[in-house]
């Protein structure tokens, strides 16, 4: 009995010694989320950046169903990386330049509305993607300093890094050089996956490992897009539909390079593209009414002007965002991101794969 009772006393000296750390993270080791992209995931950043004057999406109505007031998110609501924060189990995240102490153990969000990933970085512009990049090794810094280097890997490799990137670069590419020849084409596309490569490269490096991506989306079948398709009785327009095909299966051969190449990276890719593509095609089977023209906006579609310059100019809002796949011009509602999100989530291989978000987390 001696002994035994020795025993059990050596062991909850060691247990405490060895267990408990000198600073606790968070509940249960939860992994962070790290959110890097565009519109499609900004949480208000660009309210925050130097100079910028305020957005369409710092005005009403956006924000009007969730949070009852703009937050810089461009939607009505909640975006895709709110609810992957909500279904991990973590608070939601707020836009990393927001002013204040920030804790990081959760994560944050680095997207930037009209961030690109080409392109250098200028004054009182979205933060692109390098600049991301830029906060997040600010973040790794902190991280340093209140865990150690050794813990800080530790919590960097067990986090999830979420991607929207690359809309914009094909935005810009299809409006400012229509007629692109093929070869140039092809060649901005492998610009455009060879910058999002080297900064992917850079997160393995500190420690990342867990790379999820939501796909380029239908860039042809925005309302945004529409009235340049007129002539097309409002069909999609085919060229930014091709560049965004192309970026698809490009990422995907780079993240498959990149899972043989690095020991330990998994990756996630979401299909945005065709989940996004059948919401417009076939409002009524996912719960809409409308899959083509925005619930907020000016024209036919509703093709701009949402947010009318803080009510200076007249727009259009439709009285149930909820029956809309699209908000505005380019952006969904939060209806169609709550979908989107539950199949970023917890899609099938087809439509999330290899892995899906969830299991992403559940890896240790
Ligand atoms: C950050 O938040 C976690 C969990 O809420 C807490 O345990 C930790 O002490 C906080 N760290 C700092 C530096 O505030
Ligand atoms: C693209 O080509 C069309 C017809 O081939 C021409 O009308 C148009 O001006 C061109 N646009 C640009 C920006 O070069
Ligand atoms: C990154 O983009 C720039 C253009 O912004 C290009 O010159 C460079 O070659 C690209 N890098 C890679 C590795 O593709
Ligand atoms: C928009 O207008 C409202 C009322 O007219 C005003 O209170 C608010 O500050 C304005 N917002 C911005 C960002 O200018």
Not at 167 to 172: A, I, L, Q
Request: aromatic letters at 12%; one cysteine or more; charged letters at 15%.
């Amino acid at each position: 009995m001696e002994n035994l009772s020795f025993h059990v006393c050596v062991s909850i000296l060691l247990a405490s010694i060895v267990i408990v750390p000198t600073e606790s993270l968070r509940p249960q080791n939860r992994p962070a989320l790290f959110v890097f992209g565009d519109s499609l995931f900004d949480s208000g950043n660009n309210q925050y950046i130097n100079g910028i004057k305020p957005t369409a999406p710092d005005y009403y109505p956006y924000g009007e169903t969730f949070f009852k007031h703009p937050t810089g998110r461009v939607s009505d609501g909640r975006v895709v990386p709110d609810f992957i924060a909500l279904f991990a189990k973590l608070p939601m995240l707020g836009p990393y330049l927001e002013p204040g102490e920030h804790n990081f153990t959760d994560g944050i969000n680095f997207a930037s509305a009209g961030s690109t990933v080409l392109g250098d970085l200028q004054p009182a512009m979205p933060i692109n993607l390098h600049e991301q990049l830029n906060y997040f090794k600010n973040v790794e810094k902190w991280l340093k300093q209140k865990l150690g280097d050794v813990e800080a890997k530790k919590f960097l490799m067990r986090a999830v890094y979420l991607f929207s990137m690359g809309g914009n670069d094909y935005f810009r590419l299809y409006s400012m050089n229509p007629n692109a020849t093929l070869s140039y084409q092809r060649h901005y596309s492998q610009m455009v996956i060879g910058n999002l490569t080297q900064v992917l490269e850079e997160i393995y490096a500190m420690g990342g490992r867990k790379i999820a991506f939501q796909n380029v989306g239908p860039l042809g079948c925005t309302p945004g897009a529409k009235p340049q398709n007129a002539n097309l009785g409002g069909s999609c327009a085919e060229f930014p539909m091709a560049l965004a095909r192309r970026h698809n299966r490009m990422l995907l051969v780079v993240l498959k390079k990149l899972e043989s190449q690095l020991p330990g990276f998994k990756y996630s890719i979401f299909d945005y593209y065709n989940a996004l593509h059948d919401r417009i095609i076939n409002p009524s089977k996912y719960g809409f009414k409308e899959g083509e023209a925005a619930c907020c906006g000016i024209g036919t579609y509703r093709s701009s002007g949402c947010g009318g310059n803080n009510g200076t100019t007249k727009y259009e809002l439709c009285s149930n965002p909820f029956e809309y796949v699209w908000f505005d011009s380019a952006h969904t509602t939060e209806g169609a991101n709550w979908q989107l999100a539950k199949l970023l989530w917890g899609g099938s291989p087809k439509v999330t794969g290899p892995y899906n978000v969830k299991q992403l987390f559940e890896f240790l």
